[in-house]
């Protein structure tokens, strides 16, 4: 497989809920990232990762909990989640973090709806 | 801290017309900018990007973009639209992959 690959491609879960999203890259490439996308508002970035190290994590919510065992695979473990929490993540990476000039590269997405 | 405005939420031209997206940024020095796009059920893939020097860049599928910085502008244009262009447009700003700010879309609707 090429590119980065997410899974699944769509979730449903209730608010009591555990799950993870799974996200793999094979491009070699040292930075990974979550990004939600919801109706009508801009990507929001969730967390970045250089080098299976947080650098970053936008102020979001402890019932999403990242986890990046390696460069090559990202995980978003979710629990507890609101209806509002239902939108589209997505994974990106890029060859490394602290340059503009590395295009990142998006996974299709996980579609998730908390019922 | 830099941001993007992307003023057309949705546009509709007919096949084999032109197309132009407009994106503003703001941003204290030189950015880099990026055009993606996204179809239904997809990821976003990368449709061209600025760093420096020509300030008019060519990606894929035969789209272009135009750099303005006296009017802190990127304007994506198509000169032919084809049917499988229909799909959301983001332009994007960033000094860093960790700090990109992305439009809210433009979403774009090619009739027969």
């Known amino acids: 497989e090429t590119g980065v690959t997410q899974t699944p491609r769509h979730l449903v879960m209730g608010m009591t809920n555990k799950k993870s999203l799974k996200c793999e890259q094979h491009l070699g490439h040292n930075a990974m990232y979550w990004y939600k996308q919801s109706a009508k508002k801009p990507l929001e970035l969730m967390f970045v990762y250089n080098f299976k190290e947080q650098t970053e994590n936008n102020s979001v919510p402890s019932r999403f909990s990242p986890e990046c065992p390696n460069s090559s695979h990202l995980f978003l473990h979710l629990h507890t989640l609101q209806p509002e929490d239902s939108a589209l993540y997505l994974c990106a990476s890029s060859q490394e973090v602290f340059s503009g000039a590395n295009v990142l590269t998006f996974g299709a997405g996980s579609r998730l709806t908390v019922l | 801290a830099q941001s993007v405005t992307q003023p057309d939420i949705h546009i509709t031209v007919s096949e084999g017309a032109s197309l132009e997206l407009r994106c503003n940024y703001s941003?204290?020095?030189?950015?880099?900018l990026f055009w993606y796009v996204q179809s239904p059920g997809q990821g976003l893939q990368l449709l061209l990007k600025y760093f420096s020097g020509d300030t008019l860049v060519q990606g894929i599928k035969g789209f272009e973009a135009e750099f303005k910085r006296s009017q802190s502008s990127f304007n994506l244009r198509k000169p032919s639209v084809h049917w499988s262009d229909a799909a959301e447009y983001f332009c994007a700003v960033g000094p860093h992959n960790n700090d990109m700010r992305f439009g809210a879309g433009t979403r774009l609707t090619v009739k027969p």
């Open positions: 941003y204290g020095a030189t950015p880099y």
